[in-house]
């Protein structure tokens, strides 16, 4: 008869248990010490080893030569154990057996002593489901129970479990397994099963196991049935999934705003018969592991992704702001629900929510406007807005007419032109030279300067007294009053961070080229009040 992997391969001892070392380090040494608890409670999600940590502690209180705390699984109460023969452990499953005829039959069978081993054992699974009178029922027993009786207590739900049975237990929370735990022990599985497995592929499965050893290994299990080799492909196919790149090109389209694309992946996934419910739900987590990389520096701590899927993925995410990612997961909630309520609009819900995402004007909600006025925001504080408007005058424009502030004119860098005001526009006699140029302050270099001394005080020290300039290409032009500053900036990787804290703070990227510095004696009182105040004079001028 088949066996399950996933049951075949169940830990035996405290040291093949994956991902729990907190917890079998305790009981460990409560075995080897011989110190045990009477009554132990553990709680965790599906498929974290609740159970087999239960069944390997009640090898361990009964094994008659344990080996560093974990049962030897060759001595006689090991194998009566194993093979299900041992009466004096029993394992009982709450959510079938609720009802306090139950736990009375327990509390009267306590009285009595194991009849071959050393602990009679109640392991109880799913706890949580027992009613509240069978709860009561089992407070006083569990509270002070014979001595050669431990209870076990196994749940998914802590909470519904009344505080008086949680204080009378020691305590175990079992933590989701760590992806790469899972892939690796997948591996190995595969390894020994003679299942060929691919190293993305197993990546995949676990995390679509969400932190469940049970889970990953079933899925395995079921791709395997395939009788080929286990790739990303077959992983999509068997589960469903429509994959990352599939979700690349769905974003991409949403941001293009190319609504034939949308539609044409909608009808793909309709056609190929996978569930378009979850299909959703992957573009969910997609829009969940953008918004993870537009708020966070590390993000890598918190997606499991490769080096591509993560190159991936910062390209797409760049492509749009955070208010507008918000504003597409409420959508995309919202349609999740309607297509749970109702499977035959669940393709009429996608198309409508997907044009609505592409078009924030489609939309009156909060979020909407929250999005366009985002958008706003960032073309005025890009200068996009002035680029449009002054194309046509910057094209009259000599590109080597030299920029002036004040008094003074900035030799040495080719600078763009500032648009010309409206006295500027009329007609020039030939004889007349051509008017100065006016550089704008970086209103933002306060913030700038700060966040480099956040990172490199001793940097920081040498462009703090400099000026600060925007030109009407998008250059930043850094003004110093001596070469030693200026010379100082190249030191190192300070022009890298003075880049970066430059893109943070005006919100586009500053490469290299468009950063210019000069030297140039101060003449100024140094009050960017009087820098405006002169920039206005010489443009009415």
């Not at 002070?144 to 196994?154: D, G, H, K, N, T």
């Not at 520096?297 to 080096?307: E, H, I, P, Q, S």
């Not at 006295?423 to 030939?430: G, I, S, V």
């Not at 080229?513 to 004696?521: A, F, G, H, R, V």
Request: hydrophobic letters at 40%; one cysteine or more.
């Amino acid at each position: 008869m088949h066996q399950a992997l996933y049951r075949k391969w169940r830990p035996r001892t405290f040291e093949d248990v994956c991902g729990q070392e907190h917890i079998t380090s305790i009981l460990k040494y409560e075995a080897m010490e011989g110190a045990f608890c009477h009554a132990y409670l553990f709680c965790g999600s599906r498929g974290t080893g609740k159970t087999t940590c239960a069944k390997i502690l009640a090898k361990a209180v009964n094994c008659e030569s344990p080996v560093n705390g974990s049962p030897c699984g060759v001595c006689a109460a090991c194998r009566a154990i194993d093979s299900g023969a041992a009466t004096d452990v029993l394992e009982m499953d709450a959510a079938s057996n609720n009802g306090v005829d139950n736990i009375r039959d327990i509390r009267d069978e306590v009285v009595y002593p194991p009849s071959l081993l050393k602990y009679r054992v109640y392991i109880i699974d799913e706890v949580h489901m027992l009613s509240g009178s069978a709860f009561n029922a089992l407070l006083k027993t569990l509270e002070e129970p014979p001595s050669y009786v431990i209870f076990i207590l196994a749940t998914t739900e802590m909470h519904k479990l009344p505080a008086t049975i949680i204080s009378r237990c020691q305590r175990f929370e079992f933590r989701r397994i760590a992806t790469p735990v899972l892939r690796d022990r997948l591996r190995f599985i595969a390894g020994q099963e003679g299942i060929e497995l691919d190293d993305d592929a197993a990546l995949l499965l676990a995390k679509l196991a969400q932190g469940g050893m049970r889970d990953a290994i079933s899925l395995m299990e079921l791709c395997a049935g395939a009788r080929r080799r286990i790739d990303v492909a077959l992983v999509n196919e068997t589960v469903g999934l429509t994959g990352r790149d599939a979700m690349l090109r769905v974003v991409n389209a949403i941001a293009d705003k190319n609504y034939e694309a949308l539609y044409a992946q909608i009808h793909e996934v309709v056609q190929s018969a996978k569930d378009l419910s979850v299909f959703w739900q992957d573009l969910i987590s997609f829009y969940r592991d953008m918004l993870v990389v537009k708020t966070t520096k590390n993000y890598v701590t918190y997606l499991d992704l490769t080096d591509e899927e993560s190159r991936q993925l910062t390209e797409v995410s760049a492509r749009f702001s955070k208010e507008t990612l918000l504003f597409h997961q409420k959508l995309l909630d919202a349609a999740l629900i309607t297509m749970q309520g109702a499977n035959a609009l669940k393709r009429v819900s996608a198309e409508m929510t997907l044009t609505r995402m592409c078009d924030e004007a489609l939309n009156t909600s909060n979020e909407a406007l929250l999005c366009r006025i985002a958008r706003l925001e960032e073309q005025l504080m890009s200068g996009a807005w002035r680029a449009s408007t002054t194309a046509s005058v910057a094209e009259d424009i000599p590109k080597d007419t030299p920029v002036s502030v004040g008094e003074e004119t900035l030799k040495g860098e080719t600078v763009a032109p500032v648009a010309p005001s409206a006295a500027q526009t009329t007609p020039k006699k030939e004889s007349e030279a051509p008017a100065k140029r006016t550089l704008r302050p970086l209103r933002v270099w306060a913030e700038v300067v700060a966040r480099l001394t956040a990172q490199a005080p001793m940097s920081a020290s040498f462009v703090r007294n400099a000026q600060a300039y925007e030109t009407e290409d998008h250059k930043v032009l850094l003004r110093f009053d001596n070469e030693f500053s200026m010379m100082m900036l190249d030191r190192d990787d300070t022009k890298d961070l003075l880049r970066g804290a430059l893109s943070v703070c005006l919100q586009r990227e500053v490469r290299e080229s468009d950063l210019l510095c000069q030297i140039m004696p101060q003449t100024s009182t140094g009050c960017a009040i009087d820098e405006i105040i002169e920039a206005l004079d010489d443009a009415e001028s």
